[in-house]
């Protein structure tokens, strides 16, 4: 039985912990808002890129001087895994969710002999694959201090594939992030970035506009293509923010909630001790009383 | 003919314009052009410069450093990697902008020494970025 004292003080510590955690989640729904935000203004940007790709890309198709990056490169063998996490932890399952979603594809892909490298971007992916497969790593990619996700950094990330699929070190690149569906719903999904993935046109629409290109096709998705990877993967940065923004706050909440029960619980304990004590020595001075 | 269209201006970022306007003028890589509505399909790409509407309440410009058009004949859609309104280009931006083309017409050089096509690419877009300054009356510092 713990004394008056020592449940005094466990009382206190867990209320300041649910005051922290109280804190956390209105922090992480502030920012929520803000990264969804952020989400939707770059939406626009993402359709129309992802509409006139389409476009091109049905006619382009046929071509056998398509760029690689459409096409591939004619073998599926050599595998780089970008796995998009966050710089911070106490978010839930969030992080352990992408992580596992890209473990179970590195299983998969091991199992079929294929070669499998692994870009890390965000500290936590990193420090939950390190363990069993850090023989697999690039140089990881860490945002560690920024703020708000900006084109910018998107942009570092698109490099460092592009540079290799370029030097030809892979054939197939993957993105793994949380698409952000709403606050308590975040999905881990997987994302071919090379080769493109393009949602094919209507039939119809299709037919419907020809257009001219200025220049010629090949010239333009030559150009397109590697912007179209780069708003992928700005995409899915921010869908990640947002994700991890959702995820903590309903961690937060949990844990200002059984906080609150704990505070509750042990409250009652407290008053029944101190309750039981009192009764006690109030029996022991009538029965005093009572000797003489 | 309708005489308005729809057009918008995004950038991966944000939404910088959308409204009804008469007429587009387009930085075309191949060529300035002006959309106007019933134009034919066109998808072109941008080269950096002076992307003027005219809109509802008169004349706006904006500074694009590159990217696409799409031209349709209901409307123009232009999605830039960079663009703001003319009026916030300031010569600190200018002077920032013309240090990145710099740097990637050097690294360029240095990676594709033998090639004259990513290089010509290059000096182009730094030399498309010189006139577009002068335009404007910024100079682009040395």
Partial sequence: MPSLKDLKNRIESVKSTRKITKAMQMVAAAKLRRAQEAAEAARPYAERMTGVLSNIAVSAKGNDDA???????????????VVCTSERGLCGGFNSSIVKLAKEHIAKLRTDGKKVTLLCVGKKGREQLKREYADLFIDPIIFEGVKRISYGEAEQVADVVLKAFEAEEYDVVTLFYSEFRSVVSQVPTALQLIPASIPEVEGEAAAATQYEYEPDENALLADLLPKNVTTQVFRALLENAASEQGARMSAMDNATRNAGEMVDKLSIQYNRSRQAAITSELIEIISGAEAL | MADTMQFDLVSPERRLASAQVASVQIPGADGDMTAMP????????????ILTVDGPDGQSQYVVTGGFAEITAAGV???????LAREDMTQETMDDIMEEARTMYKS???????????????????????????????????
Avoid: C, Y
């Avoid at chain 2, 990513?118 to 100079?139: E, F, I, N, Q, W």
């Fill in chain 1, 67 to 81: 760029p690689a990056l459409l096409k591939g490169t004619g073998s599926e063998e050599r595998h780089l895994l």
């Fill in chain 2, 77 to 83: 859609s232009v999605l830039a990697e960079r663009a």
């Fill in chain 2, 38 to 49: 019933d134009h034919a399909p066109t998808i072109t790409t941008l080269r950096p410069g």
């Fill in chain 2, 108 to 142: 360029v050089k240095e990676a594709f020494e033998n090639e004259p096509g990513p290089v010509d690419d290059a000096a182009k877009l730094l030399s498309d970025m010189v006139a577009m300054g002068d335009h404007m009356g910024l100079t682009a510092k040395e």
